[in-house]
């Protein structure tokens, strides 16, 4: 039997990042930086995730998959094919490029990885938004123009979102997401990203950064038409349903136990509220995320109110 796999995360500075996960998540975070992304699980050849605690303590998940890859995934699972989601923290102090992924039939042809996303929005200052897609009756040829214009926020659907929201970004979808906003980030395990716009913001070195206009344009999918959240007001049991990946919502009580069967299908659990205890005296705070495998059931208490987030389907 094995145990959950919890991981050191892997901050990353962005032009855009600012120092909410110390503030939000109680993270200790590398002294004045703008820290725009926590990796919490990955698995890359340019960035491993590292096992922090258990048997499994000081193994890349790399190494995880390669000798025990039927444990952690299922029985046929290959260990040579990488842990098939990317997950992040995204503290969005002002707003990101307007950028799109790469559908998978595009992708192979500009040497990128298709990545479908789901943004679960943990917290918003008021105000805050997202871009996604395009708004009604908008053509390519007016996006061009307006790409030209410097006017393409005006072809772009955007929305007000409030802490509990949340919103499946497919590949080929043209998104941003506004300042004010702290995120998890789940998305398949891909690093492709097509700036089209960028509000003519300099990077960290103070160049102009880089945009792949011919690849966006490419990419992008004309038909997604003012795509819609899911409200937290409307209290769904899954948030997200794609043929890489589905999450579900599970709220808690104070001391309400949440149990996980062995030998189903391996998981990804989020805390986005409140936290966890387990029998065996571990905690899972707020902002914790953790893969719990294949061959292992697992009992998990709230320790107040608690929402989790449990992403299955991904094998």
């Known amino acids: ?61 790399r190494q995880v998959l390669e000798r025990h890859g039927s444990t952690v995934m ?40 298709p990545k479908t996303e789901n943004w679960f929005i943990a917290d918003a200052e008021p105000g805050a938004g997202l ?20 006017t393409l926020e005006s072809c772009v659907h955007r929305f007000d979102v409030a802490s509990g929201d949340s ?22 395990n891909s690093d492709t990203t097509y700036r089209v716009y960028d509000w003519g913001r300099v990077g960290l070195d103070g160049k102009v950064r880089q945009l792949h206009v011919a690849e966006s344009l490419a990419s992008i999918d004309w038909d997604v038409i003012e795509p819609a959240p899911v409200r937290a007001a409307a209290q769904p049991a ?28 391996p998981r990804l659990l989020s805390v986005v509220s409140g936290a ?13 995320n953790v893969v719990l495998p294949y061959d292992t059931a697992f009992r998990f208490t709230a320790k107040g109110p608690t929402l989790i987030l449990m992403t299955e389907n991904f094998v």
């Open 238 to 265: 899954v948030i997200a349903d794609a043929k890489e990946f589905r999450i579900r919502r599970v709220p808690l009580d104070h001391g309400e136990c949440h149990e996980v069967r062995a030998n189903e299908q």
């Open 167 to 188: 919103i499946l970004v497919h590949s080929g979808t043209i998104h941003a997401i506004d300042g004010g906003n702290l995120i998890l980030e789940i998305q398949q």
């Open 1 to 61: 039997m094995s145990e959950f796999l919890f991981f050191t995360p892997l901050y990353q500075d962005r032009v855009w990042g600012g120092r909410a996960l110390e503030r939000k998540l109680g993270r200790v975070l590398p002294p004045a930086r703008p820290i725009g992304e926590s990796w919490e699980i990955v698995d890359r050849p340019e960035a491993q995730s590292v096992v922090s605690r258990g048997q499994w303590a000081g193994l890349t998940l």
């Open 276 to 288: 966890l205890a387990m029998a065996s005296g571990d905690a899972l705070p707020t902002g914790a």
């Open 131 to 150: 871009l996604v897609g395009l708004k009604r009756s908008v053509t390519r040829a007016q996006f061009a123009k307006a790409l030209v214009d410097q």
């Open 74 to 113: 299922g029985p046929g699972y290959d260990p040579a094919r990488p842990f098939p989601l990317l997950v992040k923290w995204l503290d969005c102090r002002e707003r990101l490029s307007l950028q799109v992924h790469p559908p998978a039939e595009i992708a192979p042809a500009l040497r990128g990885e």
